[in-house]
C-alpha cells in the first residue's frame, strides 16, 4: 500500500468506528488476531470487514488505536495482556523477554508497551510513598512530574506528594494546576484542594483556589471546604507565613464551628492562634476548652505557656505537672518554671509538698537543672549538707560554672577543705568563679542570707544590687599582693595535683563487664593551660601565666563561651528579644577575635 | 484534612521559644520509615571486646590513636554503639562520663574534646555539632529501647540547643548546619559560613523529630543532601572535610587542607545508613576507594585528584563495603563482620557502626 493512504484511510475508518474510546476502555477479550494479521499485512479491505464484524460482535468496541502503527508480531498479545492484568508484571516482562528471544525482532505494541511502563512506574511510585520516601517518588517521577498526564489521579497526587515534601513545591503547584485544569470530577477536585493545603505553601493553595469556578448562584466551588481552608491560613500565620491574620469574619466562622465541635483541635487551632497573636487572655479560655473536649498533651503545653504569659506561674506548674509523662516538654516546663523562683537572690518560701514534688520529678528525669535549682534553695536556706547533695547531683548531670561553683560554696561552709581543694583544682583553667574561691581577697565577699551581716557593712550597702559592688576590693598593687596571694592560694590547697576527671555518679555506676582501665600518667600538671572560650582567669592580674591552650592558643577568649549569641541566621537569634529563657542572656552578636583554626585543627588524628 | 490533624500533633515547644504547632508535612514523614537502633548489634562479642579496648570504667571512649583523648564524638558513638548492643548498664556509663565531663558549656551542648593529662581536661569549650547529634540521637534511641524519661529529657534539650542555635534558617541551599558555636558563621569568618559535611548525620535527622518534631529536620537532610552531590572538587569530584558557602556555591574553605580526609570518609556511612542507597549516592566515593596501588583507604587530596596517605588499618574498608552494600547491594565482606584486634578506635569505630548500618538497613548483606 503506498504509504500515503494510510492517514486518509485511518480517517475514513476512524469515522467509521467512532474512534472516541480512551484506551483504558479496550476489552480484553476480543480476539484480534485476524485484524492485527490483515493490518499488518496491509489488507485495509480485509481489515475494515474484521473491524465491523468485532464491532457488532462486541458493542462499543473500536478499532486499535495503533492498528497500523504496530510492527510486525504484536497481534497476538493475549497472553502478555492476560498477564498484564493480573498485575504481574515481572511474569509478563519475562514473557516479553522469551518471545523477543523466539522470534527476533518482534517488540510488544506501542500500547502495551506504554501501560505496562505506566503500570511499573505506578507501583513503584505508591510502594515508595506507601513507605514515605518522598525523594525517591519525587526522582522516579521524573517527566510524570511535569504536569502533561494526569489521566492517573492516584498517581498524580502521590507524584505531586513527593515533589512538595522534596523541596520541590513549585512543580506541585504546577501538578495540582494540571489537575484542576483537565479534570471534572468534583471529588478529585476538591480532594486535590486539601491535599495541597496540607503540603504547600497557604500562598500557593490560595493560587489554586482561584483556579476553581464559580456555580450559577455564584457560589465559589470550595465553598464546602471552608473550614479546611480556614485551618490552613490559621497554620499560615503560625509559621510566619501569611501577614495580616485572617478575615474577622472567616475566624468568627471558624470559631463558632470550633465552640460547638467535638473535636478539640478545633479550639486548640482557635487558641494556638491567639497566643501567636499575642492575645493570651483569648488564648487561655480556648486552651481550657480545648483541654475540657479532650486535648492532648500538647494542648496542655499551650496552656501551661499561656499562663506563663498571664504570669499566673503557679497555674502553669500544676498543669506542666499533671502532664509531664506523655509528653517530655512538659516535664522540662515543669522542671524550667520552678527553677526561675528556686534559683532567684531571695526566693519565694515555697510549700514542702511542692518542694518535694519536685525533687521527685529532679530525680526521675536526673535533670541538672532541676538539682543545682535544689542546691541554690538550700543553700539559701543555709541548709549546706542538703544544698551539697543536690550540687553533686547537678554537677554529675550538667557541670556548668554556676554550678561547679555553687558545690564549691557548700563544700566551703560545710569545712570540707579537702573536697573543696580538689574541686578547685579540678576547674582550674577552666572556671574562674570557681577559681576564685582559692584567692584570699576573693572568697566570701558577698554576703549572703546565711552569713553575719556585720553592721558597718551592710550600712554601705544598699540592700539592693547596685551595693554589692562596692564590697569588691580593689586589687592592690601586683607585687606584694602576689607573694601574699601564692601563700593564701597554698593554705587553700591551690594549686594541687588532681585527677581531672570529674567522678560524680548518681544513681551510682555499675560495672558493665570488662572495660578498659587506662594508664595512669606520670604526674598531674600544676599549672593549667589556656581553653579556648574561657575568659582570664582571676590570679592572671597577680602575674600568674597559663600555659598555651592545645591550639598554641596564648591569650584569653574574648567572648566566654557562656556569653556567645548563637549566630545571625539561627531561630535563636530571630526571637532573641521576643521571647527570652529565665537564666540565660544573649548579648548582641559580636565578632570573635579568636583563631579560627581553633576548628581547623579539630580531628587531626 | 488528616494531613492536617497529622500536623497539629507536631505541636510543641519550649520555654524559650514556643514554637508553632503546626509543622506542615515534611517533619511528620521521617519518623515514618525509620527502625529502631536498639538490637540492631547483635554480635555481643564485637561489643564487649570494644567496650574492653576503647571504654574506660569510668565509661570513657578513649581514642587510641590520638594521645589518649575524648570527644563527644567518640561518646555519642559509643553510646550508639551500646543501645545497638542492648547493653544498658554500658550505656549508662558512657552517657554518666559524658554529661559529667563534657556538659560544662553552660548550655545543653557538649565541650568537644577533652585530654587526661592536662590541667583542665577539657581542651575548648566550643562544641562540635555532629557530637552533639549522635549523643541527642542515642538518647533519644535508649528512650525509646527502654523507655526512661531521663533519656527522652535530655535527647530533647540537646536537640532543641541544636535546632535553634546551630541551623541557619534560610540560605540559597536551604537549611545549614554549623559545625560548632564559635568560628564558623560569616559574622566569625571571612569565608563563612563553613560547613563540614561528615557533621550532617542523616540517620539522627530521621529520629530526632521523636523529641524535636518543631525542627525540621527532613528538610536539613535534603539541603545536606544537596550539598553534598554540589561538593565535587577536583579531578577525583570530591567533597572536602570542610566546605565555605561564602560565594554562594560550596569551595573548600579556607585554612583547611582541600583533602577528602578523616571526616568526610564518614559521609557515605551516614548516607547508607539513613537508607539513601542510589548509586548516584554512592559511586563517587567508591570511583575514589577503588584505587588498588596502594594498601587500604586513600585520602586524597583534591587539587591533584591523588591520594596522600592510605589508611590500612581493616576496619576503614568498612565504609566502601557498606557503600557497595547500600548501592549495589555487595554483600559485607565476612573479614569485617568481626572486630580486628589491635585496631586503633577510629577504625574499630568505624567498622562497628558499618555493621550495624548494614544489619539496620540492609540485612541481605549480611546474609550468606
Known amino acids: 500500500m503506498p504509504a500515503g493512504l494510510i492517514p486518509m484511510f485511518r480517517l475514513s475508518l476512524a469515522a467509521l468506528l467512532v474512534l472516541t474510546l480512551s484506551a483504558a476502555a479496550r476489552d480484553r477479550n476480543v480476539d484480534e488476531t485476524a485484524l492485527r494479521f490483515y493490518a499488518a499485512q496491509g489488507q485495509v479491505k ?9 464491532a457488532a460482535l462486541h458493542p462499543g468496541w473500536t478499532l486499535p488505536e495503533d492498528i497500523w502503527t504496530a510492527r510486525p508480531g504484536q497481534a497476538d498479545e493475549k497472553p502478555l495482556w492476560a ?34 511502563r505506566h503500570k511499573e512506574l505506578r507501583k513503584a511510585v505508591l510502594a515508595k510513598a506507601g513507605s514515605a520516601q518522598w525523594l525517591s517518588v519525587a526522582e522516579l517521577a521524573g517527566d510524570f512530574g511535569k504536569g502533561s498526564d494526569v489521566d492517573d489521579v492516584e498517581l498524580a497526587w502521590a507524584v505531586a506528594e513527593g515533589l512538595a515534601r522534596s523541596d520541590r513545591q513549585p512543580e506541585a503547584f504546577a501538578l495540582y494546576g494540571a489537575i484542576l485544569t483537565r479534570r ?8 486535590t484542594i486539601q491535599k495541597a493545603i496540607g503540603l504547600l505553601p497557604m500562598v500557593d493553595v490560595e493560587l489554586l483556589l482561584a483556579m476553581g469556578k464559580t456555580d450559577a448562584a455564584g457560589s465559589p466551588e470550595f465553598a464546602a471546604l471552608a473550614l479546611d481552608i480556614t485551618r490552613g491560613r490559621i497554620s499560615a500565620v503560625l509559621h510566619d507565613e501569611r501577614k495580616g491574620g485572617l478575615d474577622p469574619a472567616e475566624l468568627a466562622a471558624f470559631e463558632a464551628q470550633a465552640r460547638t465541635s467535638e473535636n478539640a483541635n478545633e479550639a486548640a487551632l482557635v487558641a494556638w492562634l491567639a497566643l501567636k497573636q499575642n492575645r493570651p487572655g483569648d488564648a487561655l479560655g480556648w486552651f481550657k476548652l480545648a483541654i475540657a473536649r479532650g486535648g492532648d498533651a500538647m494542648v496542655a503545653h499551650g496552656l501551661a505557656h499561656t499562663l506563663l504569659r498571664l504570669g499566673k506561674r503557679r497555674e502553669a506548674e500544676e498543669v506542666a505537672f499533671a502532664w509531664r509523662e506523655p509528653l517530655v516538654n512538659n ?39 532541676g538539682a543545682q535549682a535544689l542546691g541554690w534553695y538550700a543553700y539559701n536556706a543555709c541548709q549546706f549538707e542538703t544544698a551539697l547533695d543536690w550540687f553533686q547531683r547537678a554537677s554529675a548531670w550538667l557541670p556548668k560554672e554556676a554550678t561547679i561553683y555553687g558545690q564549691a560554696l557548700a563544700l566551703q561552709r560545710l569545712k570540707r577543705g579537702k573536697d573543696l581543694s580538689e574541686l578547685i583544682n579540678r576547674y582550674d583553667g577552666l572556671f574562674p568563679k570557681v577559681v576564685a574561691l582559692a584567692l584570699p581577697d576573693q572568697r566570701n565577699e558577698i554576703p549572703g542570707p546565711c552569713d553575719p551581716q556585720p553592721a558597718a557593712r551592710t550600712a554601705s550597702f544598699d540592700a539592693g544590687r547596685s551595693g554589692l559592688t562596692a564590697a569588691i576590693r580593689i586589687p592592690q598593687p601586683a607585687g606584694t599582693l602576689a607573694s601574699d596571694a601564692s601563700l593564701a592560694m597554698k593554705r587553700a590547697g591551690f594549686p594541687a595535683a588532681v585527677s581531672p576527671e570529674n567522678p560524680l555518679r548518681y544513681p551510682g555506676a555499675s560495672r558493665s563487664g570488662d572495660m578498659l582501665r587506662p594508664r595512669a600518667p606520670e604526674a598531674r600538671p600544676l599549672v593549667a593551660r589556656r581553653v579556648g572560650g574561657v575568659a582570664p582567669m582571676p590570679y592572671e592580674p597577680l602575674g600568674f601565666t597559663l600555659l598555651p591552650g592545645w591550639n598554641g592558643q596564648t591569650g584569653p577568649s574574648d567572648i566566654a563561651t557562656a556569653e556567645r549569641a548563637p549566630a545571625r541566621g539561627t531561630l535563636w537569634a530571630e526571637t532573641a528579644g521576643q521571647a527570652q529563657g529565665t537564666t540565660r542572656t544573649s548579648p ?7 583563631p579560627a583554626d581553633a576548628a581547623a585543627n579539630r580531628f587531626r588524628r | 484534612m488528616t494531613a492536617i490533624w497529622r500536623a497539629l500533633a507536631l505541636a510543641a515547644g519550649t520555654l524559650m521559644l514556643i514554637a508553632a504547632p503546626f509543622a506542615r508535612g515534611h517533619a511528620a514523614e521521617s519518623t515514618r520509615d525509620t527502625i529502631a537502633l536498639h538490637n540492631m ?39 550508639l554503639l551500646a543501645v545497638a548492643a542492648d547493653d544498658r548498664a554500658g550505656f549508662e556509663a558512657i552517657w554518666g562520663w559524658t554529661r559529667a565531663n563534657l556538659f560544662v ?60 542555635k546551630l541551623i541557619l534558617l534560610k540560605s540559597s541551599h536551604g537549611a545549614l548546619l554549623l559545625p560548632g558555636m564559635a568560628g564558623f558563621s560569616a559574622e566569625d569568618r571571612a569565608d563563612g559560613p563553613v560547613l563540614n559535611l561528615s557533621y550532617y548525620v542523616f540517620p539522627a535527622f530521621a529520629r530526632l523529630p521523636l523529641v524535636a518534631p518543631e525542627f525540621d529536620w527532613g528538610g536539613l537532610s535534603r539541603a545536606g543532601l544537596r550539598l553534598i552531590e554540589k561538593a565535587r572538587f577536583g579531578p577525583a569530584k570530591l567533597p572536602s572535610d570542610w566546605i565555605s558557602l561564602k560565594s554562594g556555591e560550596p569551595q573548600p574553605a579556607e585554612g583547611f587542607p582541600a583533602q577528602f580526609s578523616y571526616n568526610a570518609i564518614r559521609i557515605p556511612l551516614y548516607l547508607a545508613w539513613a537508607g539513601f542507597d542510589q548509586p548516584r549516592h554512592h559511586e563517587t566515593f567508591l570511583a575514589a576507594w577503588d584505587r588498588r596501588e596502594g594498601r587500604g583507604l586513600p585520602l586524597i587530596d583534591l587539587a591533584r585528584g591523588q591520594p596522600t596517605l592510605w589508611l590500612d588499618e581493616r576496619g576503614y574498608s568498612a565504609l566502601p563495603a557498606l557503600s557497595a552494600c547500600a548501592s549495589k547491594g555487595t554483600a559485607l565482606p565476612r573479614a569485617l563482620r568481626t572486630p580486628q584486634a589491635g585496631e586503633n578506635y577510629y577504625p574499630a569505630t568505624l567498622a562497628l557502626l558499618a555493621l550495624t548500618a548494614a544489619r539496620m538497613r540492609y540485612p541481605s548483606c549480611l546474609q550468606d
Open chain 1, 46 to 54: 480485509r481489515v475494515e470487514a474484521e473491524g465491523k464484524r468485532l
Open chain 1, 83 to 116: 498477564l498484564f492484568s493480573s498485575d504481574d508484571i515481572d511474569g509478563l516482562k519475562r514473557a516479553i523477554a522469551e518471545r523477543r528471544r523466539a522470534e527476533p525482532g518482534w517488540q510488544p505494541s506501542d500500547d502495551l508497551a506504554r501501560k505496562l
Open chain 1, 184 to 191: 471534572s470530577d468534583p471529588r478529585e477536585r476538591s480532594a
Open chain 1, 331 to 369: 516535664a522540662i516546663l515543669f522542671i524550667d518554671v520552678l527553677e526561675g523562683e528556686l534559683t532567684q537572690p531571695s526566693p519565694p518560701a515555697i510549700e514542702p509538698e511542692r518542694l518535694a514534688r519536685y525533687a521527685r520529678v529532679t530525680l526521675d528525669s536526673r535533670s541538672g537543672e
Open chain 1, 588 to 594: 548582641a552578636p559580636e565578632r570573635e577575635s579568636s
Open chain 2, 41 to 79: 548489634l547483635p554480635n555481643k562479642e564485637a561489643w564487649r571486646a570494644y567496650k574492653s579496648r576503647f571504654v574506660s570504667e569510668s565509661g570513657r571512649i578513649v581514642d587510641t590513636a590520638n594521645g589518649q583523648i575524648s570527644h563527644s564524638e567518640g561518646q555519642g558513638y559509643g553510646m
Open chain 2, 105 to 164: 558549656r553552660g548550655d545543653e551542648l557538649a565541650a568537644w574534646r577533652w585530654e587526661p593529662d592536662r590541667r583542665p581536661a577539657v581542651a575548648d569549650m566550643n562544641n562540635a555539632t555532629d557530637g552533639d547529634l549522635l549523643i541527642a540521637w542515642a538518647l533519644t534511641e535508649a528512650a525509646e529501647a527502654w523507655g526512661d524519661i531521663s533519656y527522652r529529657i535530655a535527647a530533647r534539650r540537646i536537640a532543641v540547643e541544636i535546632g535553634s
